[in-house]
């Protein structure tokens, strides 16, 4: 997987992804999060009722850690997501990776230049590392922690809508593309062709 700490002599930029300022890429990216939860949460509820999730058979304090614990995981999740990101960049070679909060958005990023197979997995390895593990915990919880740990993998699917959005947009370009990854914005680059 190539990774370059400048960018090679003779590339140019082809495409840029913005999420933070192009407020069209941000809903469209948002729907496709919102579209990925419908799809996890409504044939779930046929197949283990949530009605467990609100349950104070086993008392309050049962009740109120399952709702705090959804709340400390989510805020874990959301740092060991990133922090994933960061070591994947590290594996493809990264020295130095830049994390950070922009309100919206949490983010790795580095100055360097990946390659397309090296972005890609950058980009997934989070969301299938964490959709592997929360998988195999929801299977050992007990069935009132279940909606817990499935609202984990619902965040953790629909959260990196974005994720799989630069992978699909990515995937359809030139085998040599290279993507600067700053954290809140993608530059994309090839090969100048030269004129026609």
């Given amino acids: 997987m190539k990774t370059f700490e400048s960018l090679p002599e003779g590339y140019v930029e082809i495409f840029s992804v913005d999420l933070k300022n192009n407020k069209r890429l941000m809903l469209l990216v948002n729907g496709i999060a919102l579209v990925i939860a419908a799809l996890l949460v409504v044939p779930m509820c046929f197949l283990v009722p949530i009605a467990p999730l609100f349950s104070m ?22 740092v060991l997501h990133e922090l994933v990101h960061g070591a ?3 594996l493809c070679g990264t020295k130095r990776v830049k994390y950070g909060f922009t309100g919206l958005y949490a983010f790795a990023g580095s100055s360097d230049f990946y390659g397309k197979g090296a972005y890609i997995f950058i980009a997934l ?41 630069v992978t699909a947009k990515f995937s359809a370009m030139p085998s040599d593309i290279l993507v600067s990854d700053s954290g809140v914005s993608m530059r994309v680059y090839a090969k100048n062709k030269g004129p026609l």
Avoid: T
């Fill in 88 to 90: 994947a960049m590290r």
């Fill in 125 to 165: 390895a989070p969301v299938v590392l964490w959709g592997i593990v929360l998988a195999v915990v929801n299977v050992l919880v007990p069935i009132e922690w279940f909606w817990v740990i499935y609202f984990l993998q619902i965040f953790n699917l629909s959260g990196a809508a974005g994720d799989f959005y």
């Fill in 57 to 78: 058979d086993k008392g309050m304090l049962s009740y109120m850690l399952r709702f705090g614990g959804l709340i400390v995981f989510s805020i874990l999740y959301i």
